[in-house]
């Protein structure tokens, strides 16, 4: 277990099948590393990421990252929903809006709702946002269900 910067939890879980292991961080329901065997079945992490785990907290990129509530940019970090005007948290030197604004979901801690070792490892997170969280209007409960055949595959 790993303390946040805002002094919460995060826990870091790893599903194995066969020679694939993915170890999956709560801190944004973030993939850190998938390992798994080359053509001389020599392991190896597979997956783009930061040295240590704090840098996926306060780093600028979204390595792994579960992103929301909107992938990608929002121009002027606004839109007009049902005659009624929005405006986001800016998040990019230029105004727009990225990947659900500077707390977006890969800034969040996900709740674990449940870790499944066999037949097929899973993950299930969960994560409620808020009314009003990053300008975005409505409360929404997003859920992410990651898991694993029996070949490995995710």
Known sequence: ???????EEISMYTLTSGLVSVT?????ATIISIVTPDRE?????????????????????YFGATIGRYADRIR?????LDGTVYQ????????????????????RNWKVERVVEEPFPSIHFSLFSPDGEMGYPGNFIFGE???????GYI
Do not use: C, W
């Not at 269900?145 to 070949?151: L, R, V, W």
């Open 88 to 107: 986001l948290d800016r998040n990019d030197p230029v105004g727009n809006s990225v990947h659900g604004g500077s707390v977006g979901f890969d800034k």
């Open 41 to 61: 079945q020599e392991l190896a992490n597979v997956v783009l990421g930061y040295e240590n785990i704090a840098s996926y907290e306060t780093g600028e990129t």
């Open 1 to 7: 277990m790993i303390i946040s910067q805002s002094q």
């Open 76 to 80: 002027d970090g606004r839109f007009e």
């Open 145 to 151: 269900f990651i898991e694993m055949d029996f070949e």
């Open 24 to 28: 999956i961080s709560s801190m944004g």
